[in-house]
């Protein structure tokens, strides 16, 4: 539900929120791929480059053949 709430956001343009329940998400479900992936995204969206290089590192280290997060490098 958070997942969807924040792609919402995503589609009005509102990346602090999304960026936000995916948050949420995460302290419920610390490893919900779908949300991981959405924050790096919500991140680059909000020009928070480095933040966002960081988490990518991290998710990459576990999963570093997930296209997912390679088409994010």
Known sequence: MLVERAGRFVL??????ALERRGQALALVPGLESAQ????RALLALARVDEA?????????????D?????LR
């Open 12 to 17: 009005m343009g509102a990346h602090g929120e």
């Open 37 to 40: 992936s959405g924050a790096v």
């Open 53 to 65: 290089r960081a988490r990518l590192d991290a998710l990459l280290r576990d999963r570093p053949d």
């Open 67 to 71: 296209p997912e997060l390679l088409v």
